[in-house]
């Protein structure tokens, strides 16, 4: 998720760590905030990949920056990335987003629309939170408020999803 992210924001501009940082946190960091001990290591491993290159700028106002950028390596690997996303990148709620991030960076509508049928189609798959041996338990079938909370919101926002997605395929279809 992070490297799809970095890699997504530096095929829109160069950037310094501290903005790549800043704009990473405001996609992901509710969730998972990144820190400079997660996000550096990463660009080092994309830079030696060849994925990435460096540049030193003079600052504004401080010392020179360090300004990444995407190689035409780096480009080929995002759309690779968009156009075959892992399982996970697909089901999990969190690498979704940032996947749905930088889906429009895919140049083929086509491509776009496939990604977005994998996710409709986990989505259409009968599931919970919570199971009765190997039946997923329904909102109603639950005494708990709370449980009944979670399952509830969950069926709220997944109609909402299936709803943007079929419109989505439609006008990309």
Known sequence: ??????????????????ELRKRITALTGHVRPVGESTLYPAIKRLEKAGLLARETRPGAAAAPRHMLTLTEAGRQDLLHRLAEP?????????????????????????????????RLAFLEEPASFFYDGERPIAAEELDDPFRRGILTIARATSAAELKWLRTTLRSLE
């Open 86 to 118: 892992d399982r996970l990148d697909v089901t999990d709620e969190n690498r979704w987003f940032t996947l749905l991030a930088f889906l429009r960076h895919l140049p083929d509508p086509a491509e776009q629309a496939a990604v977005l049928r994998r």
């Open 1 to 18: 998720m992070l490297e799809l992210a970095i890699l997504g924001f530096l095929h829109e501009a160069p950037l310094h760590g501290y």
